[in-house]
C-alpha cells in the first residue's frame, strides 16, 4: 500500500509537461502566440478601413467639429449687372413661377395688387431681408441692385410700372 501512496504522491506533483518534447513545443508556443496576437491587433489599428459599428458616424462628428466657421467670397466689383429677368431665373423663379410657399405667382394681379402699392423700395426690403415663408435673399449669389432688379421685373410682369435700377456707380456718376 505505501508503494501505491508513494506512485500517486509522486504523480501528484508532476506537471502536465511529460517529456522534453512537450517542453520545447510549450516554449515556443507560450512565445509564438502571443507574437502572432501582437501582430494581429496592430494591423487592425492601424487598418485604415475598419468595419466597426459608428465609424461613419465618428468621422461625420469629426468633420463638423473642423469644418469652416465662415468662409470670405471676393467678388468681382467691376463685373456687369445682371438683368432683372436673369436673377428672377436664377433666384425667384422656383417660387414666384409656381406660387410654392404662398408666393405671389408672377403675372397674378390679384395676388400683386397690395404689395404693389406699399411702393418699389418696401418690396425690395422684403425681398432682401425675408419675410413670411420666404427666406433673406440678399447676401447670396446676386447684390442687392441685381435683387431689385428681379424684384422690378416680377412687379412690372404683375401689374407695376417700376424702373429697374441702375448700378450704383451709374447714379453716382449723375
Partial sequence: MSDNHQDHAHEAHTGPIKSGSQ???SSIAAFVIPVFIIIGLVYYVT???KTAAGSTDSERAVAERIMKVGTVEIRDANRPLRAGEEVFKGQCAACHATGAAGA??????DAWG????????????????????????????FNDTEIARAVAYMANQSGGKFEEPKAPAAEAAK
Fill in 23 to 25: 517542453l520545447l513545443w
Fill in 47 to 49: 487598418s485604415g478601413n
Fill in 104 to 109: 405671389p405667382k408672377v403675372g397674378d394681379a
Fill in 114 to 141: 397690395p404689395r404693389l402699392k406699399q411702393g418699389f423700395d418696401t418690396l425690395v426690403q422684403s425681398a432682401l431681408k425675408g419675410k413670411g415663408a420666404m427666406g433673406a435673399q440678399g447676401g447670396g449669389d
